[in-house]
């Protein structure tokens, strides 16, 4: 039982389709709506942003998957974030939902909502009608079709994003296995600050999967991929991730935690990790994707934060874009993340495959081949490993490089 | 009794002299030390870095100033951060003190020592020993030398960074009361991430005062004021501040807190913050000094990371070099500093003088002037007021614009 990618991405599984569209919320005649529509009703499980001040279409999907309510569409708009809007926020989501319902036959409550843009203005209704009622019209299962959504659904991403899988599970009826896919799309970038961007994913699937279990699975998946290129807290006001999934695989219902749910959720972790790390190679004006594991920490939470703060540390970044192997600002990064640890124990290595420069042990930085460390730091991906020697628990995180003119002033800094 | 602003730095006290010059740890022959001498032994109060890893400096600093040694003279160096130095660190701040010592006739434990710059090189003990010497024989008491003792210490700084008061206190002996000096010097930029640069302050007064009374007001002050300029834990491996205070000024010692040593600590909160809101201005590449109130906050902490919250956001740092008002990005940065609000009452304000513009009330981005906005805009200072709406604690923080190409991306975001 191996996990395949498969082309396709929103639309790879059975029954979904896709269709975007010009509604003219941005310039440039550029797509700026798109729909995914299911043939039959779907289970959905999401993840919201922690943010005090929440968009209300984020208000509106939660409520959907809070309520366990079946979903078939769902409506995206870039542009306009639909946040900061109060009353006539919620009011402009009813009215989009009910467009949407009118155009596909369904109930309002049926429909998934998406906005990303900026803060404050309301949504355009009769912009929004129109794209709907075009969409509508529109819906293609091609994974032509997938593609243009996930571009339409960009703001300063600079390449859309989507990854499907496809795998086997044990048919509901009969004695021959049957082929489950799950897709998905996403949009975001500026890791600079990883508060930059609204972070919209979308993933569907035909899995038929327990619409709780599929949340818990959800929420298990995030943590250890789209929120490893985020810092907690740290989240726009429309930041959403929802999985569809419809049952049309035909496979044996996956009620509870066992073999196959288990893999059911290892192709998550791949569609999910994926996305995030094209959301952070994607980072704005970046050329490196930034990896960094930490093995050996005593929890798994201090191993994420350690992690995270070197990703995220500035200082780290503009090294990498500069090629300087400054590599204190490694350390220094691990030392302000707020976990204690002993800098006279621990280890700290840039890896490329086979290959390995250590950079720091036993309370010193080492000296080391500068030529192998600029090779290194030449590739798009740099990753480093930090071994904390304290425990068993270990994390990745993922970011990206920090470029242009401020860093002509760090990444020069040690010459 | 007022505080009056004067020149002189860290010799405007009675009894300091400063020194610097070129000792080769920097290119281009710039200034790379400085030295503080005073005539009298002082108390010493610090703060240090919450970093886990800390430099040998720093440590040696710490142990003068935890066991109440009186010293006498402060050695800094630009070039070398002598972090990430293990125990041979520890033995070059030994060496570097005893040469100090030796060439002031001072113990070696009257010596404070400050280094900024690369982490992991060891310091090279035979320019360090020619610098100490050098400046041992052209220490001098005047505006210059302090001037001069400003700019040695600077790494990425653009302006060096001073300030000195004089206020009036009773005198120890007599009737009439004795003028009490206070200045200082620091140096940090890199405001984009606060963890960017080491910050070092030193401060010198003449006022006699006892240590563990300084110690305490020492830490206030700088919770008020340096630390709002850095987010908590986001600190190098070599911050530090230090106030030295050799009582030459005559007053009666301060000995409990009071009126007297009330004003003592305004004159050292107004030194502080001026040299803080210098190194906000001074962001590497910064254009605007960002200063964010928050008013009507349930605590104080709650202010303090509101506001910090605010002033460290990229995207509000973009929108104010891009001179866009794209205020959503402030209530997005006050959503996700991890203070729960109502969204639904408060209120956030651009304010110039008398002047103001109302963002958002009531849930909602008010539509506002757009040209005054731009005019507010254009200032090289911008402030923000938020008002939650809650209790009585505010807090104001310090940050600066982000700038060059990476803001041409989300300064231009809305438009």
């Known amino acids: 039982m191996s996990i395949q990618q498969i082309d396709g991405g929103v639309c790879a599984a059975k029954g979904f389709q896709a269709a975007s569209c010009a509604a003219g919320m941005r310039k440039h005649g550029r797509t700026d709506m798109a729909m995914i529509y299911s043939t039959a009703p779907c ?17 509106w999907d939660r409520k959907i998957v809070s309520e366990g309510t079946l979903a078939q569409a769902l409506v995206v708009n870039s542009g306009i974030a639909n946040a900061a809007t109060g009353e006539e926020g919620l009011w402009l989501c009813r009215e989009s939902a009910e467009a949407a319902g009118a155009a596909l036959g369904l109930d309002p409550g049926a429909v998934l909502l998406g906005s990303t843009g900026v803060i404050g203005p309301n949504l355009p209704m009769d912009k929004m009608t129109y794209g709907i009622q075009t969409m509508a019209k529109t819906l293609e299962a091609s994974p032509e079709a997938a593609t243009a959504a996930s571009k339409a659904i960009m703001t300063t991403d600079t390449v859309n994003k989507e990854r499907a899988v496809a795998f086997e599970l044990p048919a509901a009826e009969g004695e021959q ?64 991730l929802l999985v569809l999934a419809n049952g049309m695989a035909g496979n044996a219902l996956i009620t509870e935690e066992g073999e ?25 004006g970046a050329t490196h994707l930034i990896e960094t594991q930490v093995i050996g920490a005593d929890t798994k939470e201090h191993a994420k934060t350690l992690a995270k703060s070197v990703v995220g540390s500035s200082l780290v970044k503009a090294m990498v874009y500069g090629k300087d192997a400054n590599c204190g600002r490694i350390l220094c990064a691990l030392g302000y993340a707020g976990v204690e640890f002993d800098p006279a124990v621990i280890e700290v290595y840039m890896e490329e495959g086979e290959e390995r420069i250590c950079f720091y042990r036993e309370g010193h930085i080492l000296s080391f081949d500068e030529e192998k460390a600029l090779t290194m730091l030449s590739r798009k991906a740099v990753r480093f490993l930090c071994d904390m020697k304290m425990g068993p628990a270990e994390a990745t995180a993922w970011g990206c490089d920090l470029t242009y003119d401020y860093v002509k002033i760090n990444g020069d800094y040690r010459t």
């Open 43 to 59: 289970q959905v499980a999401g993840t919201f942003t922690s943010n005090v001040v929440k968009a209300a279409p984020v208000l």
């Open 177 to 240: 296995p049957v082929t489950v896919h799950l897709g998905g799309m996403s949009k975001g970038s500026g890791m600079i600050h990883p508060n930059m961007c609204t972070m919209l994913a979308y993933l569907t699937t035909d899995c038929a999967i327990d619409g709780q279990l599929l949340q818990r699975m959800t929420r298990r998946v995030v943590a250890d991929t789209f929120n490893m290129i985020t810092v907690d807290g740290d989240t726009s006001t429309n930041d959403t």
């Open 260 to 284: 196959e749910s288990a893999l059911f959720e290892e192709a998550l972790g791949v569609v999910c990790k994926a996305l995030a790390i094209q959301m952070a190679a994607d980072g704005e």
